[in-house]
Structure formats: structure tokens, C-alpha cells
């Protein structure tokens, strides 16, 4: 995270956390090869959790890759 000012952007994320949503509505179209890969993690999780329905397992692949997201966030910010 080359040429970031730091303080800007923990001046933004505090500011921007005073107020959070309680429910983001997400509607996006993946396309190439992130479309291949998401029907196939789909496919995965919907053949080995058939109790599950499309809408739960797409909040669980979302929610799983905003984890990730933090987590690697957070070692980046760690090491600084």
C-alpha cells in the first residue's frame, strides 16, 4: 500500500463506521473467469450442503471472501 497516506484513510474508515448500515443489498454481475469460478464454488456448496438454498450459499461466499478481505487487510496494517 505504496504512496497511501494512512491517516486519510483511518480518518475516512472512522467516520464512515459512525454510521453503518444495518443491510447492504448486493446485485452485481460477475463475468469470464470470476463467473467460472463462482458457479463453480456454487455447485460445490450446493452438491455437499443441498439443505442450503442459492440465496444462503451466496451470502455465505460473500461473507466468507469480506472475512478474508479483513483479515488480510488487517496483517497489512499490522505490519506497518
Do not use: C, W, Y
Not at 475516512?12 to 460477475?30: A, Y
Not at 473467469?33 to 450459499?57: G, M, N, Y
Amino acid at each position: 500500500m505504496d504512496n497511501i497516506n494512512h491517516n486519510d484513510i483511518m480518518n475516512e474508515i472512522i467516520t464512515t463506521l459512525q454510521d453503518v448500515p444495518d443491510e447492504i443489498s448486493v446485485n452485481v454481475i460477475i463475468k469470464g473467469v470470476s463467473a467460472r469460478k463462482l458457479h463453480l464454488v456454487q455447485t460445490i456448496l450446493r452438491a455437499s450442503h443441498p439443505e442450503l438454498e442459492e440465496e444462503d450459499i451466496d451470502k455465505f461466499i460473500i461473507r466468507s471472501g469480506v472475512e478474508r478481505e479483513m483479515s488480510r487487510l488487517a496483517s497489512i496494517f499490522q505490519d506497518e
